[in-house]
Nanobody, 126 residues
């Protein structure tokens, strides 16, 4: 089973930036599509951004388009989520998830993912 670890969360003021990382310690992520999801207190988990295995295809939730950028460095076995112009409504626990893929498809729904990290807290507040 793939073990994913998220890092980079923290407390930031509105308008600030954070970069989240998602790494796997024992397996290469080369053949995995990755999704970032978040969950705010009292709310359902929602998809934030997705990237396919080769990094050539990405997708974003409307709420983060133009502010967040997903990328991957397969040589470092890491997927990143650069978050700029953060808003209080971006607050939540951010999870990365992986889907083993034999093609270059994007996966947009949480039920499609097989492995999940434990999450990293992002708090946007003044």
């Amino acid at each position: 089973q793939l073990q994913l670890v998220e890092s980079g969360g923290g407390l930031v003021q509105p308008g600030g930036s954070l970069r989240l990382s998602c790494t796997a310690s024992e397996f290469t992520l080369d053949w995995y599509a990755i999704g970032w999801f978040r969950q705010a207190p009292g709310k359902e988990r929602e998809g934030v951004s997705y990237i396919n295995n080769n990094g050539l295809s990405t997708n974003y939730a409307d709420s983060v388009k133009g502010r967040f950028t997903i990328s991957r460095d397969n040589a470092k076995n890491t997927v990143y989520l650069q978050m700029n112009t953060l808003k209080p409504e971006d607050t939540g626990v951010y999870f990365c998830a992986a889907k083993r893929t034999y093609g270059s498809k994007l996966y947009l729904y949480p039920e499609e993912y097989d492995d999940w990290g434990r999450g990293t807290q992002v708090t946007v507040s003044s």
